[in-house]
Each structure stands twice: as C-alpha cells, then as structure tokens.
C-alpha cells in the first residue's frame, strides 16, 4: 500500500491496531496488534514517522538534538520537537498516518523466528487509555476484546521468557514497583497499575530487541542501547531474589526503597553507541530505541537510518557521527540529572528547616526523616535545635552510629557538640568509637583525631586535653562515612 492512502478511504474492516497510554498523553508515538497464527503469534508494531517530518539538519532538529528528549514535568510537557511537529507526526485516533512497521514472528513460547521492517501506514488505530484496556478484557461482548485478549497472552509468555533467560523483570501491580531496563527499581504510577501496562512494555521490548537485530544483521549502524554488568552490583539473580523477599516481608514498601537506593548506587548507566555490547539488566544480546521518535532524539536518529536502509540510499549517519551524537545524549542526561539532584536537595533543604523551625517535633520524626534532616544539618552551620535533639539523645543513649558520624563529621561550628559526643562516646560505647575510629584511619592514615589507646575493652577514645583542643580543634574531627 502507497503512502497516499486516504484515511477517508481505509477500509474499516481492516485488522484494528492499538495506542495504550495515559489519559493525557498527546505525543502517540506507536501503536501495535497482535495476530494468533498456526504456529505462534505475529506482532505488528507500527512507528509514527517522524523523520517525514523533521529534515536532518533542520532548526528543529538541532533544537531536539540539543533537547535529547521531552521533558514531563508535574505541571507542564516541554516537547522535544515542539508542539506544531508534535501534532503534525503523532499518530491519533482513527486517523490513518505513514509508519515504519515492525514485524515479529514468534513460537508458541515466544522465541523469535522471524523479523521484517517496511514502510507502512497505521489504518485507523484504536487510542484507548491503560485502564480502559485493562477494562476491556475483562468485558466479554466487547468487540476489541479478542484482540487485547491476543495480546494479554503473548505479553505473558513474553515476560515469562524474559525471566527465564535471566533478565531481572518486574511488574509488581500491587505495591507498584517496576525495574528500568538498567535494573533499578523505581515505582509506578498509579495509571500505570494494571495489565495493559505490562502489555505495551512487552510489546515495545519485543520490537526494539527486533530492530537491533535487523539492523546487526546488515551491519547498519545505528545508535544501541548497551548495558554493561556492574563489577559492584549483585547479580541480577541476586537482586530478583531480594524483591522476591521483599515482596513477601512485614513491611514491602520500606523494603521496595531500600532495594532501589542500593541498585541505583550500584547498576551501571546504559548508553548508546554505533557498536554493539548487548544488554545486560534485560538479558538480551541487542536492543536499541526506536519506539519513541516523538520523545527521544536518539529514536530519532535510529529512524533515520532505518528509513535509508529500507530505501537502499545513502545512511544520513556515520558511525563517528552517531558516537558524536551518543555523546552529547550522555552529556544532556549527566546535566538533566544534576539538575534535579539540586532540586531534590534544595527540597530536603527546605523540608529540613522547616522540621528544624518546629523544635519539638524533632523527637517525633521516624528514624529515615531524622537521619536526612541530621545529615543536611550538619552540612551547614551550628542550629541550635537540632544539637539540643542530639543532646536528647545522648542523654537518653539512644544515639546510634550514623548519627554520630554525622556530627562528627560537621564543620567547626559544631565543635562543642562533637566534644560532648566524644565525652559520650568514650565513656559509654566503646564499641562505637571502635568503628569510628577505623573508619576515620580509613581515610586519614597520617592522623588520629583522639588519644587512641588499648583497654581490656578493646580500642577507647578519650577526650584531647584542654591544650591540644585550644591549638586544634580539628583533631577531634572524625570523618563520617560517604553516604
């Protein structure tokens, strides 16, 4: 079929194809179905075409590539291609508009065994949200039922097989948690909650690990999307059976958080790059972008060089240029991410001084909310609230060993706290000077910051004489560890 069909004139009886997503997205970049066949599953995945749309080179095109991708904010969307081009390239509701499909072939048990690209135009698609197709299977006369109902099963087995080959795969729709294709946890939004979610995931899984391959197959360079093993990072076995656990604990959501500030500290970045490296958090020996043209540059790019592939023209990319590019997508997403750590931290900031402002909800503050409000305390200068809660807790011996490290570690201004923390520390926990002192020669070989010496206790800390304080008071400075 040309790309001059009329959606006027597109058969309505043609096999329907979907677009599952919010309730206010407006950026529809694809739209899929999913066929039984005698030996398996065909799944169609159908692109809006962008690149019609957006001439390399173009002003809008160095916007998006300086942009890398859209940004949703809680009060606003900021397209990457602005909203004009948005609208003109999206794909809608019953409108019929030019894609590049990606075709899959699958087994009974989800094994690819054959894989198409081409042109191609979406007939019509269907645009329903992720609750009202989780609604729809569940409505037996529904007539998109059978369809969704395809897709449902091929979803399952898809993700089943995931597992199975050891990629670290989560939906967990009850206390809403999910993994990011570099295997940290994160938590989903509550319209994400349901089964067509999972449904799109693994329909779009599918697609882009096709179109890596097709394009591995003929040697095409396109921007990848390589993940690589974390030499500090727990296996992704390891990592499944912790959620597996914490699935099952007394308190999952204080489990599910903890879980994801250790894999976030420890799994590596995924990047892009003309060369293949296979993908490490999905299991999958390649994978690319290539779904989302209208959110992200890189998907862009890849479809580009697509197009000329199936054109048997020219590729508008060379693989230096396409590491140039790679790059600079790493350089936006490290200044992004900066970005909102500041923000984040200002936030804590202000949550901090307001806690601090209200003195006695000090003690009242869970054991997480007390930790982060110290440790932003102690960054900045002396604030008398919070040393006369430390002094609380000095007195009630209910200071515990992070606390003291972050007092310890704070600047001059805390100087008689931490000399009273001391006091403390060598006269009733000599077990915790012990680790703060080990953890001070850590990283100050040269020095002690205490009279160090050898009891039938073990190490003891006592408190530098009034001389030694007078000519140093940095001596009694031990470094906390790095959060």
Same mark, same amino acid.
């Given at each position: 079929m040309s790309d001059s069909t009329d959606a006027t004139?597109?058969? %309505?009886?043609?096999?329907?194809?979907?677009? $599952?997503?919010?309730?206010?997205?407006?950026?529809?970049?694809?739209?899929?179905?999913? +066929?039984?066949?005698?030996?398996?599953? %065909?799944?169609?995945?159908?692109?809006?075409?962008?690149?019609?749309?957006?001439?390399?080179?173009?002003?809008?095109?160095?916007?998006?590539?300086?942009?890398?991708?859209?940004?949703? #904010?809680?009060?606003?969307?900021?397209?990457? /291609?602005?909203?004009? $081009?948005?609208?003109?390239?999206? /794909?809608?509701?019953?409108?019929?508009?030019?894609?590049?499909? !990606?075709? !899959?072939?699958?087994?009974?048990? #989800?094994?690819?065994?054959g894989r198409e690209l081409r042109r191609d135009i979406a007939l019509n698609p269907v645009a329903l949200t992720y609750a009202s197709a989780t609604t729809t299977l569940d409505e037996t006369d529904h007539r998109w039922r059978p369809d969704l109902i395809?897709?449902?099963? /091929?979803?399952? $087995?898809?993700? +089943?097989? %995931?597992?199975?080959?050891?990629?670290?795969?989560?939906?967990?729709?009850?206390?809403?948690?999910?993994?990011?294709?570099?295997?940290?946890? $994160?938590?989903?939004?509550?319209?994400?909650?349901n089964v067509a979610y999972v449904i799109v995931q693994e329909m779009m899984i599918v697609a882009n690990a096709a179109v890596a391959a097709w394009a591995a197959e003929r040697e095409l360079p396109i921007l990848y999307r390589n993940h690589q093993a974390s030499a500090v990072a727990p296996s992704l076995s390891e990592i499944a059976q912790d959620i597996r656990v914490a699935q099952n604990s007394a308190d999952p959501a204080a489990d599910f958080r903890t879980l994801r500030q250790r894999t976030s500290l420890t799994m590596k970045k995924a990047t892009y790059g003309p060369r293949l490296l296979g993908h490490y958090g999905l299991s999958l020996p390649s994978y690319t972008h290539s779904t989302s043209p209208l959110r992200r540059y890189a998907d862009l790019v890849t479809q580009r060089q697509l197009l000329a592939a199936l054109d048997e023209r020219e590729l508008p990319y060379s693989a230096e240029s396409l590491t140039e590019i790679a790059e600079s997508l790493r350089e936006t997403a490290a200044l992004r991410s900066a970005a909102v750590t500041a923000r984040e931290k200002a936030k804590d900031v202000d949550r901090t001084l307001t806690a601090v402002g209200r003195a006695n909800s000090l003690a009242d503050l869970s054991t997480e909310r007390w930790l982060k409000t110290l440790k932003l305390a102690t960054k900045g200068p002396y604030l008398a609230p919070v040393a006369i809660e430390v002094r609380r807790r000095i007195d009630a011996r209910l200071l515990d060993h992070q606390d003291a490290a972050y007092v310890l570690g704070a600047n001059d201004s805390w100087r008689e706290l931490k000399l009273d923390l001391l006091t403390y520390v060598d006269e009733h926990n000599p077990a915790m000077a012990s680790m703060l002192l080990n953890q001070y020669q850590q990283q100050n070989a040269d020095a002690l910051p205490v009279t160090y010496q050898e009891s039938q206790d073990g190490p003891r800390t006592r408190r530098s004489s009034p001389s030694t304080r007078a000519s140093d008071r940095s001596a009694c400075s031990l470094a906390p560890p790095r959060p």
């Amino acid at each position: 079929m040309s790309d001059s069909t009329d959606a006027t004139t597109v058969d %309505r009886a043609a096999p329907r194809v979907y677009m $599952i997503d919010s309730p206010t997205t407006r950026d529809r970049d694809d739209a899929f179905r999913v +066929d039984k066949t005698d030996t398996g599953y %065909r799944v169609t995945v159908h692109v809006a075409r962008v690149a019609d749309h957006v001439p390399l080179g173009s002003d809008e095109d160095l916007a998006a590539r300086a942009a890398g991708w859209t940004l949703y #904010g809680p009060r606003r969307v900021t397209p990457m /291609l602005g909203e004009t $081009i948005e609208d003109l390239a999206t /794909l809608k509701h019953q409108e019929s508009r030019p894609t590049v499909a !990606i075709q !899959i072939d699958l087994s009974e048990t #989800g094994e690819v065994v054959g894989r198409e690209l081409r042109r191609d135009i979406a007939l019509n698609p269907v645009a329903l949200t992720y609750a009202s197709a989780t609604t729809t299977l569940d409505e037996t006369d529904h007539r998109w039922r059978p369809d969704l109902i395809t897709a449902h099963h /091929l979803a399952m $087995i898809l993700l +089943d097989r %995931r597992r199975n080959d050891g990629a670290l795969a989560l939906y967990d729709l009850a206390d809403g948690w999910t993994v990011t294709e570099e295997g940290v946890l $994160i938590p989903l939004a509550d319209i994400e909650r349901n089964v067509a979610y999972v449904i799109v995931q693994e329909m779009m899984i599918v697609a882009n690990a096709a179109v890596a391959a097709w394009a591995a197959e003929r040697e095409l360079p396109i921007l990848y999307r390589n993940h690589q093993a974390s030499a500090v990072a727990p296996s992704l076995s390891e990592i499944a059976q912790d959620i597996r656990v914490a699935q099952n604990s007394a308190d999952p959501a204080a489990d599910f958080r903890t879980l994801r500030q250790r894999t976030s500290l420890t799994m590596k970045k995924a990047t892009y790059g003309p060369r293949l490296l296979g993908h490490y958090g999905l299991s999958l020996p390649s994978y690319t972008h290539s779904t989302s043209p209208l959110r992200r540059y890189a998907d862009l790019v890849t479809q580009r060089q697509l197009l000329a592939a199936l054109d048997e023209r020219e590729l508008p990319y060379s693989a230096e240029s396409l590491t140039e590019i790679a790059e600079s997508l790493r350089e936006t997403a490290a200044l992004r991410s900066a970005a909102v750590t500041a923000r984040e931290k200002a936030k804590d900031v202000d949550r901090t001084l307001t806690a601090v402002g209200r003195a006695n909800s000090l003690a009242d503050l869970s054991t997480e909310r007390w930790l982060k409000t110290l440790k932003l305390a102690t960054k900045g200068p002396y604030l008398a609230p919070v040393a006369i809660e430390v002094r609380r807790r000095i007195d009630a011996r209910l200071l515990d060993h992070q606390d003291a490290a972050y007092v310890l570690g704070a600047n001059d201004s805390w100087r008689e706290l931490k000399l009273d923390l001391l006091t403390y520390v060598d006269e009733h926990n000599p077990a915790m000077a012990s680790m703060l002192l080990n953890q001070y020669q850590q990283q100050n070989a040269d020095a002690l910051p205490v009279t160090y010496q050898e009891s039938q206790d073990g190490p003891r800390t006592r408190r530098s004489s009034p001389s030694t304080r007078a000519s140093d008071r940095s001596a009694c400075s031990l470094a906390p560890p790095r959060p």
